[in-house]
Structure formats: structure tokens, C-alpha cells
């Protein structure tokens, strides 16, 4: 009796696996296969292609059959840009040096390349870390940090001293993003000092004048305020 149970299993284990390799009139094969988007994908529409062949019962050959696939593709690129000083609230003289930090995040999905930055007033600015990998790729979720200083001279003084940074990115499909970020810094403006036209340090506006002598705070009435053209007496 066991010896007969054991033909029964092995031939219908026979049948099962004879019955997989036959396509019966009527019968559908689903098959299922997983594809990982790369980077070098997202540019355009994926277009997948699949082709399936067979043999017929007298060996001759069937198909081939042939059908596709079309997926959008879709990707977030966006960086975020800020600029800080190390002056900020501050009142700078001459000779006084303006440090200035520079952040840049990645926060989109997809990698930033050719990263470069620029400052109308700061003709060295220098990448501090950031790059976690060392591949010189702004990763998603990464945040780089640059730095540069400006060191204060006279003519910047009894006025803000603005200046902006841009920031150009590319992505993977070569489009460029671009950021801009400025800072103001707030100079000091002491006696004897010329300011331009329209400014001075008691706010009194009429023209080019300096303060002669006195202090900001005692020069209200404008009797002690010379044009910059007179000079001092």
C-alpha cells in the first residue's frame, strides 16, 4: 500500500511539472519582474520592450509576440542658498574684516553637479566641507559650506555695505538652477568722515557734508555740517 501511494505522488509531481511547461488553449502566464529607476533614466520616458517566443506541439516555432511599455518619469531638483555674517547687527570700521559663510543644500531628489559660486565683492571664496563622499556630487539631503571675508575700507564707511552671492547648480539633465543671497552690514560713520549724498550719520540729508568737530548726536541743528567740496575750516 505505501508503495502505491508512492507512484500515485510522483506521478502526478510528473504531471505538474509537465503541465507548466505547456500553454493550454485559453490559459494566461502572468510573469512579474521589478525594474530600479537609475539616474541616467529620469531624462526621458522609460521605454520597456518585452518579446516572447514558443513551439507549437510539431516543434514549430510561434511568435514572436511583442508588446511595451511607456513610465513618465518625474524628479524634484532644488538647492537652497544662504549667506551669513559674522558682522550681522553689527557696526564695522575701516580695516575691519567681514566673514561671511555661505550654505548650499541639495533638497531635491536627484544629484547637483558644477557647483560654483560667485560674490561681487569677495573675489576668493573658498569651499569649507560638506562633501561627505568626496565626490564632488551635491547628494540629495547634503549641505556644503563656503567661506569668504571683505576687509572695510574708508569709502565703504557711513553706508551699508551690500553685496550678493549667486549660486549656479546643474542637474541630471543638464538644467541649471540658480540662487542668489545678499548680506548687509552696517558701517559706522565717526567725525570728520565725508558721506555721500543723501546720508549722514545725524540723518540730516543735504548733499555731500561731514561732520566737523562734533559728535552725532550734537550736530541736529546742521550748523556744524560743511559740504564735502568746502573741506574743513
Same mark, same amino acid.
Do not use: H
Given at each position: 500500500?505505501?508503495?502505491?501511494?508512492?507512484?500515485?505522488?510522483?506521478?502526478?509531481?510528473?504531471? =505538474?511539472?509537465?503541465?507548466?511547461?505547456?500553454? /493550454?488553449?485559453?490559459? =494566461?502566464? =502572468?510573469?512579474?519582474?521589478?525594474?530600479?529607476?537609475?539616474?541616467?533614466?529620469?531624462?526621458?520616458?522609460?521605454? %520597456?520592450?518585452?518579446?516572447?517566443?514558443? @513551439?507549437?506541439?510539431?516543434?514549430?516555432?510561434?511568435?514572436?509576440?511583442?508588446?511595451?511599455?511607456?513610465?513618465?518619469?518625474?524628479?524634484? /531638483?532644488?538647492?537652497?542658498?544662504?549667506?551669513?555674517?559674522?558682522?550681522?547687527?553689527?557696526?564695522?570700521?575701516?580695516?575691519?574684516?567681514?566673514?561671511?559663510?555661505?550654505?548650499?543644500?541639495?533638497?531635491?531628489?536627484?544629484?547637483?553637479?558644477?557647483?560654483?559660486?560667485?560674490?561681487?565683492? @569677495?573675489?576668493?571664496?573658498?569651499?569649507?566641507?560638506?562633501?561627505?563622499?568626496?565626490?564632488?556630487?551635491?547628494?540629495?539631503?547634503?549641505?556644503?559650506?563656503? /567661506?569668504?571675508?571683505?576687509?572695510?575700507?574708508?569709502?565703504?564707511?557711513?553706508?551699508?555695505?551690500?553685496?550678493?552671492?549667486?549660486?549656479?547648480?546643474?542637474?541630471?539633465?543638464?538644467?541649471?538652477?540658480?540662487?542668489?543671497?545678499?548680506?548687509?552690514?552696517? =558701517?559706522?560713520?565717526?567725525?570728520?568722515?565725508?558721506?555721500?549724498?543723501?546720508?549722514?550719520?545725524?540723518?540730516?540729508?543735504?548733499?555731500?557734508?561731514?561732520?566737523?568737530?562734533?559728535?552725532?548726536?550734537?550736530?541736529? %541743528?546742521?550748523?556744524?555740517?560743511?559740504?564735502?567740496?568746502?573741506?574743513?575750516?
Amino acid at each position: 500500500m505505501k508503495i502505491f501511494i508512492f507512484f500515485i505522488m510522483l506521478a502526478a509531481l510528473v504531471w =505538474t511539472a509537465d503541465s507548466q511547461d505547456r500553454l /493550454a488553449p485559453g490559459e =494566461t502566464w =502572468t510573469y512579474t519582474r521589478n525594474y530600479t529607476v537609475q539616474e541616467t533614466d529620469i531624462c526621458q520616458a522609460i521605454q %520597456n520592450n518585452v518579446t516572447v517566443n514558443a @513551439i507549437d506541439p510539431c516543434s514549430r516555432k510561434v511568435g514572436p509576440a511583442v508588446d511595451n511599455e511607456t513610465v513618465n518619469v518625474t524628479y524634484r /531638483a532644488d538647492i537652497r542658498f544662504d549667506k551669513v555674517s559674522n558682522k550681522s547687527g553689527e557696526l564695522v570700521d575701516a580695516g575691519d574684516i567681514i566673514g561671511y559663510t555661505y550654505y548650499v543644500e541639495n533638497t531635491g531628489d536627484v544629484n547637483l553637479t558644477i557647483i560654483s559660486l560667485a560674490d561681487d565683492m @569677495i573675489f576668493d571664496v573658498q569651499y569649507i566641507s560638506g562633501d561627505e563622499n568626496i565626490d564632488g556630487v551635491l547628494n540629495p539631503g547634503e549641505m556644503w559650506s563656503f /567661506a569668504g571675508a571683505y576687509k572695510v575700507v574708508e569709502d565703504d564707511l557711513c553706508r551699508s555695505i551690500t553685496n550678493e552671492a549667486e549660486l549656479k547648480a546643474r542637474d541630471p539633465c543638464n538644467n541649471q538652477l540658480e540662487r542668489t543671497d545678499e548680506e548687509v552690514v552696517e =558701517t559706522l560713520c565717526g567725525e570728520n568722515i565725508c558721506c555721500q549724498d543723501g546720508y549722514n550719520q545725524d540723518e540730516i540729508i543735504s548733499g555731500d557734508q561731514f561732520a566737523s568737530g562734533v559728535g552725532n548726536a550734537d550736530a541736529k %541743528n546742521n550748523l556744524d555740517i560743511k559740504t564735502c567740496q568746502e573741506g574743513i575750516d
